[in-house]
């Protein structure tokens, strides 16, 4: 098990970084919600997609046709959805999607990279959708990811079910082996009370 394979081809990938750092910030920026120049704004969200982008090299286990178990790589998005709410969270999931995209491509069709990039990571800021629990936000956003996911399985890796098996339950199982144990992870750090506090604090600071 290698737990820290691909740590070090971070630094080759900054550039990368740098450029969805941009995208990011001409999203922000150019929202019609977001009339003024929101300089801490932006900085929370491009300091948790470097932290969940360094942490997604972190694989405690990788399956074959793709997803890993991370230690806790979701987590920094999971906050920044809690403290700015669901559309935000939105857009830095699915720039973290992007980002995702570069670091390790899998393309069958088009489509299927939308659906399990910017769209199955955009949906972790539906944790933006419960502002008072951020467990229930994380069940929340990974319930939105996983829905991707499975659709994507289901028309695109389909034929990688065994046979006479359910193409839906097969993408459903394949894709809970890897999402369900990052899942609990990052639900059971939210639980820590030191952990909760912290984050509570840093949402009142900047809401």
């Not at 999971?78 to 973290?96: E, L, T």
């Not at 990279?113 to 994380?138: E, N, Q, T």
Request: charged residues 10%; contains cysteine.
């Amino acid at each position: 098990m290698q737990i820290f394979e691909g740590l070090f081809k971070i630094k080759p990938l900054l550039w990368a970084l740098l450029g969805a750092m941009v995208l990011l910030a001409v999203f922000l920026i150019k929202s019609p919600e977001n009339k003024k120049f929101n300089t801490k704004k932006i900085t929370m969200a491009s300091l948790c997609i470097a932290l969940s982008f360094v942490l997604s090299y972190i694989k405690i286990f990788k399956l074959p046709q793709g997803g890993s178990i991370t230690l806790g790589s979701l987590m920094p998005l999971f906050i920044f959805a809690y403290i700015y709410g669901a559309r935000d969270g939105i857009m830095a999931g699915a720039v973290y999607g992007i980002m995702q995209f570069i670091q390790e491509p899998y393309i069958v069709h088009w489509s299927q990279v939308m659906i399990d990039y910017p769209l199955a990571f955009g949906a972790l800021g539906l944790a933006g959708l419960s502002k008072k629990s951020l467990p229930l936000g994380i069940l929340l956003g990974g319930t939105g990811r996983l829905f991707f996911h499975v659709i994507s399985g289901v028309v695109f890796f389909g034929s990688y079910a065994p046979e006479g098996q359910n193409v839906l339950i097969y993408s459903l199982v394949y894709n809970l082996t890897y999402l369900l144990p990052d899942l609990l992870l990052c639900v059971v750090i939210a639980f820590i009370t030191q952990f909760k506090n912290a984050i509570n604090r840093l949402k009142t600071q900047n809401v």
